[in-house]
């Protein structure tokens, strides 16, 4: 009499594939796309200094790029609705400026534009 616990079949013996995440073809795929959302990304942050051969051309097509100073902003988008100014722990000030533009008049778009000491490090819209 054999014991319950004991296994005599031959397909216990074989072995067992791997788990997906596991197999080689499946991670190459995922690092490759990872490799190709980390240099679109990097490529993301740097392409506006290459999308215009200078400011002032980026100020004549109304568009801001990071490193700008606020009175180049000022000359392309115009004055702000709001600004907002903070300093870090280090002393850096660092100011927030909103843009409303009115679609209609019910809907508004928001833009954001962030400087630190004087030159533009960022934002969205």
């Keep these: 009499m054999h014991a319950p616990d004991t296994v005599t079949n031959e397909a216990a013996a074989a072995p067992q594939p791997l788990p997906f995440l596991r197999r080689r073809v499946v991670r ?5 796309v990872l490799a190709a959302m980390l240099l ?3 490529t993301w942050r740097f392409l506006p200094y290459y999308q215009y051969t200078s400011l002032d051309e980026a100020i004549a097509k109304k568009r801001v ?5 606020r009175e ?5 988008w ?11 722990d280090s002393g850096i000030r ?3 400026w ?5 679609i209609d008049s019910s809907t508004v778009k928001h833009r954001y534009l962030y400087f630190e000491e004087s030159a533009l ?3 969205w819209y």
């Design 78 to 88: 115009g004055s702000p609705y709001k600004i907002e100014v903070t300093y870090t």
């Design 94 to 96: 660092r100011e927030l």
């Design 65 to 69: 790029v990071v490193g700008m100073s």
């Design 28 to 32: 190459a795929a995922l690092y490759a």
């Design 72 to 76: 180049q902003v000022l000359k392309s």
């Design 121 to 123: 490090v960022g934002g």
């Design 40 to 42: 679109g990304m990097v």
């Design 98 to 102: 909103v843009f409303e533009d009115w």
